[in-house]
């Protein structure tokens, strides 16, 4: 099994984990000035987008937005690729590289095709604004690391369960996010899968319960974390306390997106001590 990495070289190895959710209000004349001239354009691409945002950097909010974006997310993708989430300085320094950014997300694609409906675009973009979307958009975030995550475990031709609890020691039991080969107390291997694009409070309850996996534990069972998503960078000590908890050996692996073919490795070692395989 490969050692823990050092916190900072895991910190730095951090990756969004998906796209895009909604935003907080801007000013109304913001949003009717920005759809408009997005309404008005030829054709919304890199160039068209890049003008707005190097002429208004209130534009990247509502360009945003108008794509499905959240604000805490942009504001985490911001600063990932270009260092700062300053909407004034990326507006003077980066106008180009924004648009860019919204183009790889698929976000200018989502701008053209809402403008040629026959409502007001920027009457729906307002609304979106004041949506309370963000939690299920939160969810598919998180599900689409579990799905990677299941992906390696059916590759290997494991039974598991999924969103479930298994029981330890002294008959207590955990949450855990995939057990194998089934929930209960079968689990012999279980994962906490805990990523997340933006911050808050819910990191430090998805230490929790990484905490409460290793303080269970069976000596024959094995409790693995994949961890990972931007948020985290917001978030240095809860992300520490789970980190503690690989080095001090209380979990048997921690894992990120570019590292799932060595969790699948290290799945498969664990599986044959326990001769499920």
């Known amino acids: 099994m490969t050692g823990p990495a050092d916190l900072d070289a895991y910190l730095r190895s951090l990756r969004p984990i998906a796209g895009v ?20 354009a030829e054709a919304v691409n890199e160039e068209a987008v890049s003008r707005l945002i190097a002429g208004e950097s209130g534009a990247i909010l509502v360009v945003a937005v108008a794509a499905g974006m959240a604000q805490e997310q942009l504001l985490n993708q911001l600063r990932y690729r270009f260092g700062t989430s300053s909407f004034a300085r990326l507006s003077r320094e980066k106008p180009d590289g924004v648009a860019a950014m919204f183009a790889e997300m698929g976000a200018l694609e989502r701008v053209a095709a809402g403008r040629e409906r026959a409502w007001t675009y920027a009457d729906v973009v307002h609304d979106r604004l004041v949506s309370r979307s963000r939690a299920g958009r939160a969810i598919a975030r998180g599900r689409a690391l579990e799905d990677a995550v299941e992906e390696v475990v059916r590759a290997q031709g494991f039974r598991y369960a999924m969103r479930t609890r298994f029981i330890g020691r002294g008959r207590a039991d955990a949450p855990c996010d995939l057990a194998v080969p089934g929930a209960g107390a079968d689990a012999r291997i279980v994962v906490a899968i805990k990523g997340f694009d933006s911050t808050g409070s819910k990191l430090s309850d998805a230490v929790r319960e990484i905490e409460q996996m290793a303080e269970i534990r069976r000596p024959d069972q094995y409790v693995y974390a994949v961890v990972d998503g931007i948020g985290w960078l917001r978030r240095r000590r809860d992300l520490e306390r789970a980190h503690q908890l690989w080095v001090d050996r209380r979990i048997d692996g921690m894992y990120r997106q570019d590292t799932l073919g060595e969790m699948a490795a290290s799945l498969g070692d664990a599986a044959a001590r326990l001769r499920l395989t």
């Open 21 to 40: 959710l909604d935003l907080e209000t801007p000013d109304r004349g913001l949003v009717d000035r920005v759809i408009g001239a997005l309404v008005e």
